[in-house]
Every structure is written in structure tokens, then in C-alpha cells.
């Protein structure tokens, strides 16, 4: 082969790694693009202080999104996590002895006790997700919907409008003191962001859970559980949600109905812009990450440019998610076509 024919060949093999690589490229390079622009905008961005801001401000949202990764990853989706975190801390505040003026009739019990019910209380709700699912067949963007609203009631019935305080210790700690100067709930994100990048990409388990994303009818074929799967993953779901709502409340200083509702968009737009596939199969905790920072940095940096409309950052974040929907899925063309 003539050397001009070894370099066209270079340049198709080259030319075919960069289509299927795009899902992943794409959301790196808006991060750097983002991170130059807010450095040279604004003199406050770019410190360690805001450093550290940035990643305490998502790590509630990198909660959620460690638990959505794993459904996303088998072409589901989940609608409910906001509503199970806000359930959640809800029901361990719940659970925990109120000061005087906290006018809710709670029921005190030990710390280790409350802290036990809250998280039985949202892997049971991820339960109903997955059963709902797989034994009775709705699609989990029904399902997930309606349990939404389900963990919306539970909320309201337990505060009935009222705002709950104090949380047990140990979720005091996690989710409103710090080690060292850092955050504890910047810990405990990183530790389950670490946690779930191991098992998705080392165990058999996270194997199967790109397989069945990847293609469901082959999954089962090739002799997995595939229900057994999307049960898993639903409750990995609610229970990430729920720590998260835990250590919000903490963090945020209160728990009360509807604390959450924003977090459901952050969350699926922080895996989405990361690069993993909504049609399943592709992506990863690194992709969340960078989604989670993307997310972050155009946030927190819109805050310091004092001369954008605080209400035209509500238009850019939705620019931002519709540019990432369309990469998403002309990723997922581009890379069909050099497969074939």
C-alpha cells in the first residue's frame, strides 16, 4: 500500500474513533469551554474557594445521579428520585426528636433507629419502582411518575406543611460539618461516585447492567436475570436518593415538602450531559462526573457575572440540556454508522 493510501487509511480509522467517541468528548469540552469563560469573566471563579463551593453545591445532585446512572445505564428511567430523597429526609427528621415550637406530632426514637426506617423506607420505595416494572409491566416512566406523586403524599402526610429541624447526629455531621476543611457531604458523594465506578466497571454485576442496556433480548438469551437486574437497579436508585435526601436536609438546615423538586432535572440533566446513553448501554460514573461539573461550573458561574439576567440563567441551563439531549442522540447515529 502506497503511502498516501496509508494515510487515508489513518484518517478514516481516526475519523471513526472521534464518531464513536463524541458522547464522551463532547461534555469534556464544554467543561474546559465553560471553565475558560467564567475564569476570564469574572476574578472571583476561579479560586480555591470556589472550588470548593462548586463541589459542595453538586454533591447532593452526585448523589442522586449515582443511583440514576445505574437505570439510565439499563434504558429506564426514573422520575422519582427527587420525590423519595425529599420522603426520606422527611422521614428521618420524622423519626427524631423536634424542639418544642416544631409543631408536627412525631414519634422520637434513637438515632441508629431512625436513621434504619429512613433507609428501609426508600429502598422500599425503589422496590415498588422495580416490581412495578418488571412483575406487573409498567414502564418506568409511568411507574416512576406515579411514585413521584406517592412519595410526594408521603411527605405531606407526615409534616402536613410544617417544617421539621433536627436530624440524628450522624446525618448531622454528614451533611453539614467537615474533616479537614472538607465538607463531609463532599466525602460521602465522592465515596459512592468511587463505589459505583468500581462495580460497573470491575464486577459482574455492573457487566450485566451494560448488557442489558446495550441489548435487552440478548441479555436474556444469554442467560441473565434480566429482571433480576432492573429490580437492582432500581432500588441502587432509591437508596442513593434517599442518603442524599438525608444529608440535604442536614445540609440545608430543615426538611419540608417539596425541598427536592429541583434536584429530578439536575440529576438526569448531570447524566445526560455527561454522555450516557439514554438508549442504554453506554456512559458511565465518569461520564456523571463530568456532568455533575458542567452542571457546577455553569451554575456557580453564572452567579458571578453580575451583568446576566438572573432570569435568563433559567433559559441557559435549558439550552445547555437541550444541546446535550441533541449530542446525545446524534452520538448515538454516529456511531451506528461507523459500526456498520
Given at each position: ?59 447532593v445532585t452526585g448523589i442522586i445521579a449515582v443511583g440514576l ?127 459505583a465506578h468500581l462495580v460497573l466497571t470491575y464486577t459482574r ?23 433480576l437486574i432492573i429490580n437492582a437497579v432500581m432500588v441502587i ?104
Amino acid at each position: 500500500m502506497t503511502a498516501e493510501g496509508e494515510t487515508h487509511r489513518g484518517r478514516a480509522r481516526l475519523g471513526s474513533i472521534l464518531r464513536s467517541q463524541m458522547r464522551n468528548i463532547a461534555p469534556l469540552i464544554t467543561l474546559i469551554c465553560l471553565v475558560v469563560f467564567f475564569s476570564v469573566a469574572s476574578s472571583s471563579f476561579a479560586t480555591l474557594d470556589n472550588v470548593g463551593n462548586i463541589l459542595t453545591q453538586v454533591s447532593v445532585t452526585g448523589i442522586i445521579a449515582v443511583g440514576l446512572t445505574f437505570v439510565i445505564l439499563c434504558a429506564e428511567i426514573d422520575l422519582s428520585v427527587a420525590g423519595i430523597a425529599n420522603a426520606t429526609g422527611i422521614v428521618v427528621a420524622y423519626f427524631t426528636a423536634q424542639d418544642s415550637y416544631v409543631n408536627i406530632a412525631n414519634l422520637p426514637l434513637p438515632g441508629a433507629v431512625a436513621i434504619g426506617l429512613a433507609l428501609l423506607a426508600c429502598a422500599l420505595l425503589g422496590l415498588v419502582n422495580a416490581l412495578g416494572v418488571t412483575l406487573i409491566g409498567i414502564p418506568s416512566f409511568i411507574m416512576t411518575l406515579a411514585m413521584m406523586q406517592i412519595a410526594a403524599g408521603v411527605s405531606a402526610l407526615l409534616v402536613r406543611g410544617q417544617i421539621a429541624y433536627k436530624v440524628p447526629d450522624l446525618i448531622a455531621t454528614l451533611g453539614s460539618r467537615s474533616l479537614g476543611g472538607v465538607p463531609w457531604i463532599v466525602i460521602v458523594a465522592a465515596i459512592l461516585l468511587l463505589a459505583a465506578h468500581l462495580v460497573l466497571t470491575y464486577t459482574r454485576f455492573g457487566r450485566y447492567v451494560y448488557i442489558v442496556g446495550g441489548n435487552r433480548e440478548a441479555a436474556e438469551y444469554s442467560g441473565i436475570n434480566v429482571k433480576l437486574i432492573i429490580n437492582a437497579v432500581m432500588v441502587i436508585s432509591g437508596v442513593c436518593s434517599g442518603i442524599a435526601g438525608m444529608l440535604g436536609v442536614a445540609h440545608f438546615g430543615s426538611a419540608q415538602q417539596n425541598e427536592f423538586d429541583t434536584y429530578l432535572l439536575d440529576a438526569i440533566a448531570a447524566v445526560v450531559v455527561g454522555g450516557t446513553s439514554l438508549f442504554g448501554g453506554r456512559g458511565g460514573i465518569g461520564n456523571t462526573l463530568v456532568g455533575l461539573f458542567v452542571l457546577g461550573v455553569l451554575n456557580n458561574g453564572l452567579d458571578h457575572v453580575n451583568n446576566i439576567d438572573s432570569f435568563l440563567k433559567i433559559l441557559i441551563r435549558g439550552l445547555i440540556l437541550l444541546a446535550a439531549l441533541v449530542i446525545n442522540v446524534y452520538a448515538q447515529r454516529l456511531r451506528a454508522t461507523a459500526e456498520d
